[in-house]
């Protein structure tokens, strides 16, 4: 991978995961937003900024473990399935 794909990788994905990954500030739901933060939610660095938030800082306000360790898994499990699927199709042709 060049130095340009490298750069661009890190603009188009990298930057908007880290800035709407919840990282810096807990998921919150503001009264008039509350359908605007769903979309947030399929990122997910959200669920793993959560976790480690909730494990270093449980009084902090932070999602229910059992939302994060199950996201996390379904996130795991779906990319797994897609990068053995690709894997497949690229070694069997």
Do not use: W
Request: overall charge neutral; glycine content about 10%.
């Amino acid at each position: 991978m060049g130095q340009t794909q490298i750069g661009l990788m890190f603009s188009l994905v990298l930057a908007p995961m880290i800035m709407f990954g919840c990282a810096l500030l807990p998921v919150e739901r503001p009264e008039g937003l509350s359908g605007a933060a769903n979309p947030v939610l399929v990122n997910p660095l959200v669920y793993a900024s959560e976790g480690l938030r909730g494990a270093l800082a449980p009084q902090a306000p932070h999602m229910s473990m059992a939302v994060v360790l199950g996201a996390l898994l379904f996130i795991d499990v779906v990319l797994l399935a897609a990068g053995l699927n690709r894997f497949h199709h690229k070694a069997v042709s």
